[in-house]
């Protein structure tokens, strides 16, 4: 079954701890990339990876950092957590560009609550 | 850049009446439009697109959208609402001369389905 699978689903954490939500895609896509989404503000683009080793920023990448050393994995890590990253964190992947693979495929989302 | 918006954040309709939800959008190229659904504690699904070719776009679920270039609009419509049909609808955008492949997302409708 293809599918984005996000790890954890839920995660309570401590301001300044740092930690990883991973994301990993069993589709063979290129383009990956993680939003947040807030009450309110729909979903906005935190980063992106056209492909291995290929990442970029997108409309809130502040506080975050992410890695692509393989095509499957594309983790988000918080250096640092703050409590206005409390958020609701969603990963997608996409097929390469064409017309007829435009389709954006959602993990589960993983909730992050910092306190 | 690019834009989306969405009228509502709340419709409420009962079962068997007509589904609208607006979007409008605003970019500098033709885009891509699409319209997720997120279920309570799910990711978002892909309800249906519109890349190019006929404007009149069908989905799951009964619903289609129709893309008006002169009005800049691609309002999603479904005959007639069913109590399972309530969850929350994003309306997104992307650029298709872009290799970042970006979803824009409007802030989302929140749909109500009363019997």
């Known amino acids: 079954e293809a599918q984005v699978t996000q790890n954890p689903r839920y995660l309570i954490t401590v301001t300044g701890k740092k930690l990883t939500v991973t994301c990993s895609q069993n589709?063979?896509?290129?383009?990956m990339s993680w939003y947040r989404q807030d009450p309110g503000l729909g979903l906005r683009q935190i980063y992106y990876s056209m492909n291995v080793e290929v990442t970029d920023k997108g409309d809130v990448p502040e506080g975050y950092k992410v890695s692509r050393k393989e095509k499957r994995n594309f983790p988000l890590i918080l250096e640092s957590p703050s409590p206005n990253q409390t958020s609701l964190y969603f990963c997608a992947s996409s097929p390469p560009t064409g017309a007829m693979n435009t389709e954006a495929f959602f993990g589960q989302g993983t909730r992050l609550t910092v306190v | 850049a690019q834009s989306v918006t969405q009228l509502g954040s709340h419709v409420s309709v009962s079962e068997g009446a007509l589904v609208l939800l607006r979007c409008n959008y605003s970019s500098s190229v033709p885009p891509y439009l699409f319209w997720y659904v997120q279920y309570p504690n799910q990711g978002l699904q892909l309800l249906l697109k519109?890349?190019?070719?006929?404007?009149l776009v069908k989905g799951i679920n009964g619903f289609e959208a129709e893309f008006k270039k002169s009005e800049t609009s691609f309002h999603l419509t479904k005959p007639s609402a069913h109590m399972s049909d309530a969850a929350e609808y994003f309306c997104?955008?992307?650029?298709?001369?872009?290799?970042?492949?970006?979803?824009?997302f409007g802030s989302g409708t929140q749909l109500t389905v009363l019997p």
């Open positions: 997104a955008v992307s650029d298709p001369w872009s290799s970042a492949r970006q979803l824009t």
């Open positions: 589709m063979n896509h290129e383009y």
């Open positions: 519109y890349t190019t070719g006929a404007t």
